[in-house]
């Protein structure tokens, strides 16, 4: 099976910004964790941009190529409509993860456009949310 993570926006900041909030780890020490418990079952690909325009390639590029792709869009979640339309549009299926619950968080990012268009969200757990995101898909194939 194969696994498409994408992380957008401030996310390649992952142990050094609001750590109260999102944790003192980095994406890629968590990543290289993620690839050793899953390395014989799972293949996984990891990107991350700032960029709208970059997430919204990837997920078009990731269709037919992956069977699921997990996304943390950061605060494109709360505005992005564009990436909601590219997920969409797209038959591979999306969890949307979030670090933080945002239900629980500021007013403006109370609001997702991508949770519509996504099979499952999955938030406030910290970084295991991206495990429990890669079990929702093992979970599908089974």
């Known amino acids: 099976m194969r696994i498409l993570i994408i992380n957008g926006p401030n ?15 980095s994406f890629e020490s968590f990543f290289d964790d993620l690839c ?6 799972i293949e996984l690909t990891y990107h ?6 970059i997430i919204i390639d990837w997920l078009q590029d990731a269709d037919g ?7 943390n869009a950061g605060g494109y979640t709360h505005t992005s409509i564009a ?9 591979t299926p999306v969890v949307e993860v979030h670090i933080s619950d945002i239900s629980k ?6 609001h997702s456009f991508l949770t519509p268009v996504c099979k499952k969200t999955i938030m406030g757990l ?17």
Do not use: M, S
């Open 65 to 71: 190529q992956f069977d699921g792709i997990v996304l």
């Open 83 to 91: 990436i909601a339309d590219a997920i969409e549009a797209i038959q």
């Open 36 to 41: 050793g418990r899953y390395q014989t079952d």
């Open 11 to 25: 996310l390649n900041l992952l142990g050094k910004r609001n750590p109260e909030i999102y944790g003192n780890r």
């Open 48 to 53: 991350q941009t700032n960029h709208e325009g």
């Open 126 to 142: 910290g970084l295991e949310g991206y495990a429990r995101a890669i079990e929702y898909f093992i979970g599908e194939k089974k």
């Open 105 to 110: 968080r500021e007013i403006f990012r109370k």
